[in-house]
């Protein structure tokens, strides 16, 4: 009993993640042909190609790391947390000025000086 549940589960996740992977394929070439081809002048695509679309995404602006606190970001923020629960509330107000002056000098305009450099 408890067998069949979990191969029940299994195929009825896989089933719902094609569906909504063929949904958002489709939404995908349906826009891309709707309005690329009209404002780019690019050719239309398939819907194979639209699967291949969103794969290349996912691999450059996603990755493949999880959604449940696994991957390098996850790793990077507990060290961060842990770092900062670690300082007193000086090394923790010094850690803030750093970060706002950093903020401050990659806002400046180009035209304007920076401080201290003449």
């Not at 394929?25 to 349906?30: D, L, T």
């Not at 194979?48 to 450059?60: M, N």
């Not at 842990?82 to 090394?91: A, G, L, T």
Request: proline share 4%; charged share 25%; aromatic share 12%.
């Amino acid at each position: 009993m408890n067998k069949k549940f979990w191969i029940k589960k299994i195929i009825g996740f896989t089933a719902l993640a094609a569906a909504f992977g063929s949904l958002l394929s489709y939404v995908v070439m349906r826009l891309w042909n709707g309005i690329l081809t009209e404002v780019v002048h690019v050719s239309p695509i398939s819907f194979l190609q639209a699967i291949g679309i969103l794969v290349l995404s996912k691999i450059l602006f996603g990755g493949f790391h999880g959604r449940w606190g696994c991957g390098p970001s996850h790793h990077w923020k507990n060290e961060m947390k842990e770092k900062w629960h670690n300082m007193s509330p000086d090394e923790r107000e010094k850690m803030k000025e750093e970060w706002r002056n950093k903020c401050r000098t990659w806002r400046r305009p180009s035209n304007e000086p920076q401080a201290g450099a003449e």
